[in-house]
C-alpha cells in the first residue's frame, strides 16, 4: 500500500550474503512544469548548488544478488 516499501524477514538465523543486497532502478529523465529536466539553486555565490532531476522510474527492484531473487518489485 506504500510506494517502494517493503518488509523482509529473514529465516531464523539467517544473514544476508557477503555482496549484501542489490537497489536497481530503471527509467529515463523527465521534465518539470516548466519542461526543463534539471534545477539548481544555491543560497549564494559561495555555496554548491543542489540540484534536483526530473526521473519517471518505470521499475524498482530490490535483490539478492548471491540467488538471483528479486526480494521486491514495484513496476509501472
Same mark, same amino acid.
Given at each position: 500500500?506504500? @510506494?517502494? !516499501? !517493503?518488509?523482509?524477514? $529473514?529465516?531464523?538465523?539467517? =544473514? @544476508?550474503? !557477503? =555482496?549484501?543486497? =542489490?537497489? +536497481?532502478? +530503471?527509467?529515463?529523465?523527465? !521534465?518539470?512544469? #516548466? /519542461? =526543463? ?6 543560497? #549564494?555565490?559561495?555555496? /554548491?548548488? &543542489?540540484?534536483?532531476?526530473? &526521473? *519517471? $522510474?518505470? /521499475?524498482?527492484?530490490? #535483490? #539478492? @544478488? *548471491? +540467488?538471483?531473487?528479486? $526480494?521486491?518489485?514495484?513496476? $509501472?
Amino acid at each position: 500500500m506504500r @510506494p517502494y !516499501a !517493503a518488509t523482509i524477514k $529473514l529465516d531464523e538465523g539467517a =544473514q @544476508p550474503g !557477503a =555482496q549484501g543486497y =542489490q537497489l +536497481s532502478i +530503471s527509467g529515463r529523465i523527465g !521534465a518539470f512544469s #516548466d /519542461r =526543463q529536466p534539471i534545477h539548481c539553486t544555491a543560497a #549564494d555565490a559561495e555555496v /554548491r548548488p &543542489v540540484c534536483l532531476v526530473a &526521473v *519517471e $522510474l518505470t /521499475r524498482v527492484t530490490f #535483490d #539478492d @544478488p *548471491e +540467488s538471483g531473487v528479486s $526480494l521486491s518489485e514495484w513496476a $509501472l
